[in-house]
């Protein structure tokens, strides 16, 4: 079966410190990977996306993150966080179609 | 600007009552699909289209209906609302598979 795994539903951190969220998917078929974000009260935006070639990809906002298909994770990190990073994080997965999958999300606090 | 723009941002409505949330998308995009947001659930797909008049279920479509008659437009109907059916909705639009989805700002429904 297909599925997304985000691991942590919140994660504090202290300013200026290193963050990793992490996510996991299951899939039998090609994926294509992508991480959003969502302010309080707001839409969610697109932060990064996998297609293929470099497995290390970068986004806006200071965001990386690394595809690695033997452990069929997409973790994503950032070196040093702000307060203005504050928000839920969630990590989805297009499953061979246009059909995109999400995780349930990992609320992200960061710590002054 | 290109946008996805739904309304209302509100709605609060009584069982049984028929509502259709509308969508509309200014940028040409093929992919289109409804997404309900639930706490400690992330983003649960309801339906979504790949062209007009092609529509296909997503995992939670129970209570709902959709059309795709024009390209940019894609309204969420809810038949006969019920509580259950309290959540806050986004639509999303996307040119390729990969693309990434762009989303709406979302509408919040409450049904008492």
């Known amino acids: 079966a297909q599925s997304v795994t985000q691991l942590d539903s919140q994660v504090p951190v202290f300013e200026e410190a290193p963050v990793e969220l992490r996510c996991n998917y299951s899939s039998s078929v090609s994926v294509y990977l992508f991480w959003y974000v969502q302010y309080p009260n707001q839409g969610l935006q697109l932060l990064l996306k996998y297609l293929s070639g470099s497995t290390l990809v970068k986004g806006i906002n200071g965001f990386e993150a690394e595809f690695n298909k033997s452990q069929t994770s997409f973790h994503l990190r950032k070196p040093s966080v702000h307060i203005s990073d504050t928000a839920e994080y969630f990590c989805?997965?297009?499953?061979?179609?246009?059909?995109?999958?999400f995780g349930t999300g990992t609320r992200l606090t960061i710590i002054p | 600007e290109a946008q996805v723009t739904q309304n209302p941002r509100y709605l609060i409505t009584v069982t049984g009552k028929k509502l259709t949330v509308t969508c509309s998308q200014n940028m040409n995009h093929e992919y289109m699909s409804w997404y309900r947001q639930d706490p400690g659930l992330g983003l649960r797909q309801i339906y979504y289209?790949?062209?007009?008049?092609?529509?296909d279920k997503g995992d939670v479509p129970e209570g709902y209906k959709v059309s795709r008659k024009e390209k940019r437009n894609f309204p969420l109907i809810l038949e006969s609302p019920s509580p259950n059916q309290t959540s806050l909705y986004f639509c999303?639009?996307?040119?390729?598979?990969?693309?990434?989805?762009?989303f709406g700002s979302g509408t919040r429904l409450t049904v008492v």
């Open positions: 289209s790949m062209n007009v008049e092609v529509t």
């Open positions: 999303a639009s996307s040119f390729y598979t990969g693309g990434g989805y762009t």
């Open positions: 989805a997965v297009a499953f061979g179609n246009e059909k995109l999958t």
